[in-house]
């Protein structure tokens, strides 16, 4: 299965009063978010399932996911994905989902970076995903653990011109 883990894009701040829940994307936050799936197109990134936090923020980011990589499905909202569950709880979704051949997830970090460290076998985490990028693991969801492998990495400064 290839795993796509998309990190939301950069949203409105913190404010008293405010629903986290609410926050949305910014205007700065799509178009890096925009250039990093652009990018992932043009290598064939076409997911046969997109699952997403409830958050706003999260489910704005699986919509432009969905468009700009072609997906007719519905996205589906999960709370697997919500920034307080675990990466365990992700592994599970995944196994559950083994028919698939190309599963995105949209969500929140600190979530995303256990569960790619999880999925290539790393026993802390060493992957800080930053908002806007988008990680590929290769893992067979049929066996109680991953053996995941790392294809690559896009951050939003790789994906847009001149980035580094």
Do not use: N
Request: aromatic share 4%; net charge positive.
């Amino acid at each position: 299965m290839e795993i796509y883990i998309l990190r939301h894009g950069i949203a409105e701040a913190r404010r008293a009063g405010r629903d986290d829940f609410e926050r949305r994307l910014t205007a700065e936050g799509q178009d890096k978010l925009r250039a990093v799936l652009e990018r992932a197109r043009t290598v064939g990134v076409a997911p046969s399932l997109i699952l997403t936090s409830p958050l706003v923020r999260a489910v704005q980011t699986a919509e432009i996911a969905a468009r700009l990589l072609g997906y007719k499905g519905k996205i589906e909202r999960t709370e697997a994905l919500a920034p307080a569950s675990a990466y365990l709880s992700v592994w599970k979704l995944l196994r559950g989902r083994a028919g698939e051949r190309s599963v995105l997830l949209a969500g929140h970090e600190p979530l995303l970076g256990e569960t790619a460290s999880y999925l290539v076998g790393c026993p802390r985490v060493c992957f800080d995903l930053k908002k806007g990028s988008l990680v590929r693991i290769d893992a067979e969801p049929a066996g109680a653990e991953p053996r995941g492998i790392l294809q690559w990495m896009l951050t939003p400064k790789l994906a847009s011109p001149g980035g580094d």
